[in-house]
C-alpha cells in the first residue's frame, strides 16, 4: 500500500511540474509590448540680446559666452532627439 502511494505521488508531482513548465514556456515566449510615453515638450523662448548690450564685454567673455550659447543648444538639440526617440509618434 504505501508503494502505491509513493508512486501515485511520484506521477502526481511530474504531471504537475510538467504543466508548470509548460505554462511557463508559452508564457515566457510571450511578446512583450512597449508603452512609449506621451510627451509634449516646447523648448523655452529665449531672450535675444542686442549688441549694443554686449559692447560691455571683453572679448574673451564674449567668446566665453558665445561658446557656452552654442554648447546649450547643442545640449538642447539632443535632449530633443532623445525625446522624438521615446515618444509615441
Known sequence: ?????FLETVWTLTIVLVVVLIAWG???CA??????PVI???PPVLPTVSAGEL???SDSAYQ????????LHQAV?????????IREP
Open 77 to 85: 538639440d539632443h535632449c530633443m532627439v532623445i525625446l522624438d526617440e
Open 1 to 5: 500500500m504505501s508503494s502505491y502511494r
Open 55 to 57: 559692447q560691455c564685454l
Open 40 to 42: 509634449e515638450y516646447q
Open 64 to 71: 566665453q559666452l558665445a561658446e557656452r550659447d552654442l554648447l
Open 31 to 36: 511578446p512583450v509590448q512597449c508603452v512609449r
Open 26 to 28: 508559452l508564457t515566457g
